[in-house]
């Protein structure tokens, strides 16, 4: 049996799958069809209305209430659902089958994007399933100059031609700082000008300083092919969409523009665009940023999540953009995050992924909102598209279904923003607490409305009846919340600070076998991802070493201390290491060389005698005792059988993480009782993996009856902990079960004290305006082990002092 044979054998038995017959939408319309009795998000003037949108041949014919369909025109019936303009990505690199950079030479413009489109592209479907319709398909960013885009909308099963927006302008993608300076990559710094951002704007200066003379010699000069493109870009017949980051390179590519003359568009990324946003705005010039990704590089060090909000008030326009395959699916909830950060509205949030992306690419009368004469792209969600609680059911492009979700119903929470806020009534003494008129949250206990006393760093009591000590302050939590602090149970946090600095990195060593490293002692507890989690209720973490066969044992940490040890609650609570990727094909004749490591390594660990004296072996004592958890990574259905297996062989106590397709073996981990870690904001494992299969894997894990919790895997990113498990509950997870996977769940797992609220325990708890699972929602208070902690964080800091510049 040939190995594809196996592998196909292998998902049939594992699970269901998604093939590319099943993404055919069964709703056909030809272009005609009526979206009857939604909630419409106009995005333009008529704002948000309930009604029907009439659509003949692909465009929007009329919009209005008890609207009739035509003769054989078929109806979406759209009760109780949201309809918004498609969604459109300003930044993508879809549909190029790794073709994104030209990077032999700095200088490129004559390359075209839309020469190698790829429409077989598996992320063009996962794109249009989360309702974005038209992508902005870029170079990459290792050259000054690079590629021309090409401007696509999201016609999965098209061919390429049928991929291309007809009409959409020409654009070209320029980059600036670390990219193309090839700073991050040491190997190929010196073999290619330019090397600083000096060299940057003397290539720019150059290249149109020679497309100039080109220009002036006219028809009788020899044909060039990239002079003849860097002549379009100047003339403004080709739009520059610029990648850069930081403020001063901003400002420079702002006065080349004007100095040249040519058309820039948008600043791509432009994490620091926050700092000149004036400047920006006078200038007329696009933002087209991410929501919140920080720290990657030095350059996106300074990076906030107000980037957007902050841009928008000073009069640019701005768009959020994904850059991903995988952020594309939800380009929807990274806008929201505006409203979180910044405090823009739900029309202003919306807009950042729907009209002003199409006014950057100038398409906005196509295209960005929903109005008569216009593309009929439409999203179609149950929920609000800025709630968490929402998933998009229907697609339309040019008036035609892209994508029908197959089996949807239900009712998503309502969708709401609280302005309640916490008040201090009286003040006690030091070290307690009453907080009064709450909704408290246990999690291992019913809700109620009450009162939490907290004394001495521990919850003193709790319940609906209790009379305010007279000692302590009280806060008057009317309209509020009370939830135990989230636990984030796999997170490199302190331990990575900019990822491709390797200076600031001690999560990952070399060599395979480091069973004795402990990650608290190199946990930074200075470190600015702490009090950026903090601030959205993360209160502790298990901060886990990675790299090689055996990484090290992780430590739980308090995010809150001065030094490591401050931080410490458990130095040592499990050994993490990771199963080797075994193919997917008959048995080996061998037995893998890096299994026959761990093997020999755990045999070795069994026959210890502590003479002579062996760190590794030492720290393995409590592992093969049974006496701690063995976090194994694992992520396909043969590694995780490989992973039981082997723990089975040496009395371990596994727990599966990453666990990318437990789902398809939920019921052999349920029956072993293993424990999963795992993330839903990911991409599927597989290209005929169900587009959702990573946002409904906790929900199988959960029927099934496997234990689980939900991770980060991140340091930058820990403060989204909370929409990891909100996308769970979006898709099939029960609510108050996601709510555990970053709370209680985490703290059975590993056998720790908090993740509850409850009398006698440590007071780790929260105050916000809503729902921690939803992204408009505000945390105003975060306690640690009973004492307040601020919420200032370097992104505080930073959007306090450049808002001052916005008038």
């Not at 590519?253 to 990324?269: M, N, S, V």
């Not at 906790?698 to 496997?706: C, E, S, Y």
Request: proline residues 5%; aromatic residues 6%; contains cysteine.
């Amino acid at each position: 049996m040939t190995r594809w044979l196996i592998l196909a054998a292998l998902l049939l038995q594992d699970a269901d799958v998604e093939l590319d017959a099943d993404r055919v939408p069964k709703t056909r319309t030809r272009g005609n069809v009526l979206v009857r009795n939604g909630t419409i998000h106009t995005v333009s003037a008529r704002g948000t209305i309930r009604g029907d949108i009439l659509v003949k041949d692909g465009r929007i014919a009329a919009i209005g209430t008890e609207l009739k369909a035509p003769e054989g025109v078929a109806v979406i019936d759209a009760t109780g659902l949201h309809v918004m303009p498609g969604i459109i990505d300003c930044h993508s690199h879809l549909a190029t089958d790794g073709g994104l950079n030209e990077s032999s030479q700095s200088v490129t413009p004559e390359v075209r994007i839309a020469d190698i489109l790829d429409p077989r592209d598996v992320g063009i479907y996962r794109a249009v399933a989360g309702g974005c319709t038209t992508g902005n398909v870029l170079h990459g960013s290792a050259n000054t100059i690079g590629g021309q885009n090409a401007v696509i909308k999201h016609r999965w099963g098209k061919d390429a031609k049928g991929l291309l927006f007809a009409g959409a302008p020409r654009g070209v993608k320029f980059a600036l700082g670390e990219n193309v300076t090839q700073a991050n990559f040491p190997s190929n710094r010196g073999k290619r000008f330019p090397n600083t951002r000096l060299g940057v704007e003397a290539t720019l200066r150059r290249a149109f300083a020679e497309a100039q003379e080109y220009m002036k010699r006219g028809a009788g000069a020899r044909r060039d092919l990239r002079l003849e493109a860097l002549a379009d870009i100047l003339r403004g017949d080709i739009l520059v969409h610029c990648h850069c980051y930081r403020a001063d390179e901003i400002l420079m590519i702002l006065r080349l523009a004007k100095e040249f003359g040519f058309r820039l568009a948008t600043l791509q990324h432009a994490l620091e665009a926050y700092k000149v946003a004036p400047e920006i705005a006078e200038a007329g010039v696009g933002v087209s940023t991410f929501a919140d990704w920080w720290a990657y590089k030095v350059e996106a060090y300074d990076a906030v999540p107000h980037n957007a909000a902050l841009c928008t008030r000073a009069g640019a326009v701005v768009s959020i953009n994904s850059d991903s395959a995988n952020h594309i699916r939800r380009l929807n909830l990274e806008a929201a995050k505006a409203m979180k950060y910044g405090g823009l509205t739900e029309d202003e949030a919306m807009r950042l992924v729907t009209i002003n992306p199409a006014r950057q690419l100038r398409i906005d009368s196509r295209v960005g909102s929903i109005e008569v004469g216009k593309d009929a792209d439409l999203a179609i969600f149950r929920g609000h598209p800025l709630s968490m609680s929402s998933r998009c059911v229907t697609t339309l492009i040019d008036g035609e279904v892209f994508f029908e979700r197959r089996e949807d119903s239900g009712e998503a929470p309502p969708f709401a923003r609280s302005t309640a806020t916490l008040r201090e009534r009286s003040r006690g003494r030091e070290g307690a607490f009453v907080f009064v008129n709450a909704t408290v949250h246990p999690v291992s206990a019913p809700d109620f409305v009450g009162s939490v006393v907290v004394r001495n760093g521990r919850i003193e009591k709790m319940g609906p009846k209790l009379a305010p000590p007279p000692d302590a302050t009280v806060y008057d939590a009317s309209g509020l919340h009370l939830y135990p602090g989230l636990i984030d149970c796999e997170t490199s946090l302190g331990l990575v600070e900019i990822e491709a600095v390797a200076g600031t990195t001690d999560d990952r060593e070399i060599g395979n076998v480091q069973p004795d490293l402990v990650a608290l002692g190199a946990t930074n507890a200075q470190s600015e991802h702490i009090a950026v989690a903090r601030a959205n209720g993360i209160t502790t973490a298990l901060v886990v070493p990675s790299g090689g066969l055996v990484s090290g044992q992780s430590s739980y940490v308090r995010l809150e201390g001065w030094t490591p040890r401050e931080m410490g609650i458990r130095e040592t609570v499990a050994l993490h290491l990771r199963m080797p990727s075994i193919p997917e094909e008959e048995e080996p004749k061998e037995e893998d060389k890096q299994l026959k490591e761990l093997r020999e390594l755990f045999q070795a660990a069994r026959r210890y005698a502590k003479t002579p004296r062996d760190l590794r072996l030492e720290a393995l004592q409590p592992y093969v005792r049974g006496e701690r958890p063995v976090v194994i990574e694992a992520g396909t259905p043969l590694q995780i059988r490989t992973a039981l297996r082997f723990a089975a062989e040496f009395g371990l106590r596994p727990v599966v993480s990453g666990g990318a397709e437990a789902w398809k073996v939920a019921p052999l981990l349920a029956e072993k009782k293993v424990p999963v870690i795992l993330s839903t904001l990911r991409l599927p494992a597989r290209r005929h993996d169900p587009y959702d299969s990573a946002y409904f894997a906790p929900a199988r894990l959960h029927k099934a009856g496997v234990p689980f919790a939900i991770r980060t895997d991140s340091s930058s990113d820990v403060r989204n902990l909370p929409y990891q498990a909100a996308m769970a509950a979006a898709y099939g997870l029960p609510r108050d079960e996601a709510l555990k996977a970053i709370t209680l769940h985490p703290a059975r797992i590993f056998g720790l004290e908090r993740g509850t609220l409850e009398e006698g325990r440590p007071a780790d708890l929260i105050v916000t305006n809503g729902d921690p699972l939803e992204i408009a929602t505000d945390v105003l208070l975060v306690m640690i082990d009973g004492k307040r902690v601020p919420l200032e964080s370097r992104h505080t800091r930073l959007y306090e002092k450049f808002r001052a510049r916005i008038k």
